[in-house]
């Protein structure tokens, strides 16, 4: 089992940075792999960033390559989303997911996560 708990969020203006945190509690956190997906207003939820176990694999929606960056600290039982030239359509509730690791692809699709936390609000305004 694994809670996660997501912060970080807030308002920020369009090409301002920020840095989301998912702390996670259970001895597993280091065997599973960890997904970062958003939901925009009136949309579905979508797939933002994915990395492995280990961190030796990480994989991101075209729309946020190149301007978001997924980590993780497995001594800290934490995984981060750093978020930089924020645009006003990023703005969504950002939620934090692990499934259990070991495959050789990360997944992309919310059905095949396990745990996921209650969401952080970001807001970026133009």
């Known amino acids: 089992q694994v809670q996660l708990v997501e912060s970080g969020g807030g308002l920020v203006q369009a090409g301002g940075s920020l840095r989301l945190s998912c702390a996670a509690s259970?001895?597993?956190?280091?065997?599973?792999?960890i997904g970062w997906f958003r939901q925009p207003p009136g949309k579905e939820r979508e797939f933002v960033a994915a990395?492995?176990?280990?961190?030796?694999?990480?994989d991101y929606a075209d729309s946020v390559k190149g301007r978001f960056t997924i980590s993780r600290d497995n001594a800290k039982n934490s995984a981060y989303l750093q978020m930089n030239s924020l645009k006003p359509e990023d703005t969504a509730v950002y939620y934090c997911s692990a499934r259990p690791g070991g495959e050789f692809s990360l997944k992309r699709r919310a059905y095949e996560y396990s745990y996921w936390g209650q969401g952080t609000q970001v807001t970026v305004s133009s």
């Open positions: 259970g001895r597993t956190f280091k065997l599973n792999d």
């Open positions: 990395i492995s176990w280990s961190g030796g694999i990480t």
